[in-house]
């Protein structure tokens, strides 16, 4: 059970259930909020996502928290980038295989989707107050028989073994914590970018079809069409062919 977990080294709320640890975080982080702070739940209501989506987080089966962030200006664009690669070192340490990241946060266990990436910031005016990190990972859910079932994927059925979710949480929330030290730097980026499974495919995005050829520094990607033409793409759900 989540109520065991020990957080001494930094602020936390838990919750059996909430509709959204989003909004716990944000208002928080108005609230002053410090740097690493926590929020993390057994059942999520109403989880964000992308695009608006939303989805419910049964009790038990996954990891919901929101990890507050304070970046500088400099290195907020690489706040997504961080969650990904936090996520995908937690799994390089359970002994995972197949872990890659599809642009530009998915991260993907033997090719299906594991977790989702969320961040979204709290200003004051111009002032960057902080940036709230929302993060699901699939633990033991069951996609067996949905409309996911070839696209997503829990961790435990992958490794065939039960994980704890407490430990799980440890590792994932020292990952963010070492690579929150290197927001802005070449070091987060290129380690990102050595994760992309993207790059050199045919993808579609945002109604472009092409070859990924690159990503920048500020984590846009770079699609040349069929006609030759060089596309920087901010951000876009990519079909791999």
């Known amino acids: 059970m989540l109520q065991t977990l020990n957080l001494t080294d930094r602020p ?3 919750f059996t259930q909430v509709d959204s640890t989003q909004d716990i975080a944000l208002g928080w982080l108005r609230d002053g909020a410090e740097a690493g702070s926590v929020v993390i739940c057994d059942e999520q209501l109403k989880g964000r996502g992308r695009h608006g989506r939303t989805w419910h987080t049964p009790h038990g089966v996954a990891l919901a928290l929101s990890v507050i962030l304070k970046p500088t200006l400099k290195g907020m664009g690489q706040v997504t980038m961080l969650g990904a690669l936090a996520i995908s070192d937690m799994l390089d340490a359970i002994g995972a295989d197949a872990v890659s990241i599809k642009w530009p ?3 993907r266990l033997q090719g299906r989707k594991v977790c989702g990436v969320l961040p979204e910031a709290a200003w004051d005016g111009d002032k960057l107050l902080g940036v709230a990190l929302g993060i699901g990972v699939n633990v033991r859910v069951d996609f067996t028989g949905t409309e996911l079932e070839q696209t997503a994927i829990s961790i435990e059925p992958a490794l065939g073994q039960r994980f704890d ?42 109604g472009i079809h092409g070859k990924a050829e690159a990503v920048n520094r500020d984590g846009a990607l770079l699609v040349r069409d069929d006609a030759g ?13």
């Not at 440890?170 to 992309?196: C, H, M, N, Y």
């Not at 033409?229 to 062919?241: K, N, P, Q, S, Y």
Request: net charge negative.
């Open 165 to 206: 979710r407490i430990m799980l949480i440890d590792v994932l929330l020292k990952r963010i914590d070492f690579w929150s030290q290197r927001l802005g730097t070449p070091e987060l980026f290129d380690a990102w970018k050595s994760r992309l499974d993207t790059l050199g495919q045919v993808v579609t995005v945002n």
């Open 105 to 107: 946060n998915d991260v």
């Open 229 to 241: 033409i060089l596309h920087t793409v901010i951000a876009g759900d990519v079909m791999m062919e």
């Open 12 to 14: 936390f709320k838990y």
